[in-house]
């Protein structure tokens, strides 16, 4: 082959063919010459992480997209208005040709929201509806189990989800056990095959459900959207885990779910533990519990120590010297008391008896008196008295039984 290279394409042969430089360049400097133009689509996938924003724009109508490279203050503008997936946007720019790759997009110089695609509305429209139900509240959630052994898993067959999630997860904690069904995960037949995993899982007694799916466009993740699949999840009884795509995608799955995992990769630091971190906290638990309990012996020790070192345990009767100096005390205090108070009421009592006898008709009789009764009754004035009658006289020494014969009543 001679060194010939043909100037223009036509001319190139398979003699004389261009090398893959020469014609990127050629292409390059086409695409140059092309004018800058708007043009409107919908976002299918946003990354604005790094200096530049890089979109995927879609045709609202024809399965057809393009790339979109937005530098500042373009990519500022895309960051500003937080652009995400489903927004329909209209982007001026100037077709460009990477040469690296070979790789055809458009550098965009100006980017306006230009309202939602067809796919975002009827999305948003669900989205309502069922957060008026109330299946996106955070009371009807559960919490994750701290040590999930038993773990299910819904992903795509031979997706690279199930490598990332089963993998890390058994790094973190070797003792698990998965149990792994696999459905579609996008196009047509994900809603019902991912429905379907979800229910059938949910009645094997599992500690956790995880539903998985890795990166894609905003139509590749609509099928964990659908409201079959949203309200699998929301009647699921066994906590459910949403792991879809990157961490700017979401599904309206993510907001039912019970936890939401940014991707596949991250679903193991976030609800498997760490056994190597567990048995340190373990050790640091040990130790510490350890140590108190060291500590807690040695305060005791040391109370013990000072209960035998004192004078009440060498000699256990002054424990009870004040006690008992207390009781005579009281006890002498008592008998003072109440001999004061027998010999007042014995004061009392004789001068009650001196007044009674003072009043007694006993001591009247003593001193030579007399009374007359009548039938156990005394008698004061002898009006009282008819012939007949009779009556008792009582003296100090006896008594007399008489018989009236004569009344006589002085005037």
Request: aromatic share 6%; net charge neutral.
């Amino acid at each position: 082959m001679d060194n010939f290279t043909p100037p223009k394409a036509k001319d190139t042969t398979q003699e004389h063919p261009w090398p893959v430089v020469w014609a990127v360049s050629k292409f390059s400097e086409a695409v140059k010459k092309w004018p800058c133009l708007w043009v409107e689509g919908q976002i299918a996938q946003i990354d604005g992480k790094r200096s530049a924003v890089y979109i995927t724009l879609k045709d609202l109508q024809q399965n057809v997209s393009m790339s979109v490279t937005a530098f500042s203050p373009a990519a500022d503008r895309c960051r500003k208005e937080n652009f995400s997936q489903g927004d329909k946007i209209a982007v001026y720019g100037q077709p460009d040709l990477w040469k690296a790759q070979c790789k055809f997009s458009l550098q965009a110089f100006e980017v306006e929201k230009s309202g939602e695609g067809p796919l975002v509305r009827a999305i948003e429209e669900l989205k309502r509806r069922l957060a008026e139900e109330g299946l996106f509240n955070s009371s009807r959630k559960v919490p994750i189990p701290s040590f999930p052994q038993k773990i299910g898993l819904v992903c795509g067959a031979g997706a690279r989800a199930e490598g990332d999630i089963v993998t890390n997860s058994l790094l973190r904690w070797p003792d698990l056990d998965f149990t792994i069904e696999y459905a579609a995960v996008q196009g047509k037949n994900c809603p019902p095959e991912v429905t379907g995993a979800i229910k059938k899982l949910d009645g094997l007694g599992l500690d956790v459900i995880i539903v998985a799916r890795g990166g894609g466009s905003y139509e590749d993740l609509i099928g964990f959207s659908s409201e079959q699949v949203v309200r699998a999840a929301a009647e699921c009884r066994t906590p459910l885990v949403s792991a879809i795509g990157h961490e700017g995608d979401w599904t309206l799955l993510d907001l039912v779910a019970d936890r939401r995992c940014s991707t596949p990769t991250d679903v193991a630091k976030t609800i498997i533990p760490d056994f190597l971190q567990e048995k340190e906290r373990v050790g640091i638990a040990r130790s510490r519990l350890a140590g108190a309990m060291e500590r807690t012996v040695e305060l005791e020790e040391g109370r013990l120590f000072r209960l035998t070192s004192s004078p009440f345990m060498r000699e256990p009767s002054r424990l009870i010297e004040r006690a008992e100096r207390a009781i005579k005390e009281a006890k002498k205090d008592i008998t003072v008391a109440l001999s004061m108070r027998l010999d007042e009421e014995m004061s009392k009592a004789f001068a009650l008896s001196a007044s009674l006898k003072s009043l007694s008709p006993l001591s009247t009789l003593s001193r030579g008196y007399a009374l007359v009764e009548r039938k156990g009754e005394i008698l004061r004035e002898v009006k009282n008295l008819r012939p007949g009658e009779e009556i008792k006289i009582v003296m100090q020494d006896g008594e007399v039984k008489l018989k009236v014969e004569e009344v006589e009543v002085k005037k």
